[in-house]
T-cell receptor, first 117, second 112 residues
């Protein structure tokens, strides 16, 4: 079975704190892709990052960084020096690859991050 | 502007009254999907389409129909809506089977 688990339902931090959002996934496929999406209070879903299962290098983009560890089936997301504008619901997601499931995307339950001034 | 559009954005209807939510993308994407978002459950895929006339069930297809007669359009049809289909619906599209999916603004549906 394929599954994505985000155990943290809600996180509240004060501005400028660092925060890590956890994501654990399950899949039997050897090839797969992992994603993070952001859903701000306005409701739209914004793509943040995609990572394939063969690339375990950490990724950094400004204040955002992602730690992919295949050994623990985790793809965690860290925001450094958080800001109020980071307040949103963040979703981790998995796409399996066999191509007969092309386009299938499995989401976690989401983590609601609240950054207070 | 590259985008995915959905209509209507808000809809209140009654049990059993057929409705269609339209979805259109202008990016020439091959893949399109429908999701529903419910509190505590995240987003769950309803149907997805790999190309014109090629669709497949996602995780929660019961009570929904889709069609893909043109590449840019992927309407979601509720033949006989029920209150448990009250939800926030998103359409999405992507270039490839494993590419980033780009989402529409969402359609909030209330079935009374």
């Amino acid at each position: 079975a394929q599954k994505v688990t985000q155990a943290q339902t809600e996180i509240s931090v004060v501005e400028k704190e660092d925060v890590t959002l956890d994501c654990v996934y399950e899949t039997r496929d050897t090839t797969y892709y992992l994603f993070w999406y952001k859903q701000p209070p306005s409701g739209e879903l914004v793509f943040l990052i995609r990572r394939n299962s063969f690339d375990e290098q950490n990724e950094i983009s400004g204040r955002y960084s992602w730690n992919f560890q295949k050994s623990t089936s985790s793809f965690n997301f860290t925001i450094t020096a958080s800001q109020v504008v980071d307040s949103a619901v963040y979703f981790c997601a998995l796409t399996p690859v066999p191509y007969n499931q092309g386009g299938k995307l499995i989401f976690g339950q989401g983590t609601e991050l609240s950054v207070k001034p | 502007e590259a985008q995915v559009t959905q209509n209507p954005r808000y809809l209140i209807t009654v049990t059993g009254k057929k409705l269609t939510v339209t979805c259109s993308q202008n990016m020439n994407h091959e893949y399109m999907s429908w999701y529903r978002q419910d509190p505590g459950l995240g987003l769950r895929q309803i149907y997805y389409s790999m190309n014109v006339e090629v669709t497949d069930k996602g995780d929660v297809p019961e009570g929904y129909k889709v069609s893909r007669k043109e590449k840019r359009n992927f309407p979601l049809i509720l033949e006989s809506p029920s209150p448990n289909q009250t939800s926030l619906y998103f359409c999405a599209s992507s270039w490839t089977a494993v590419g980033a999916q780009y989402f529409g603004p969402g359609t909030r549906l209330l079935v009374l």
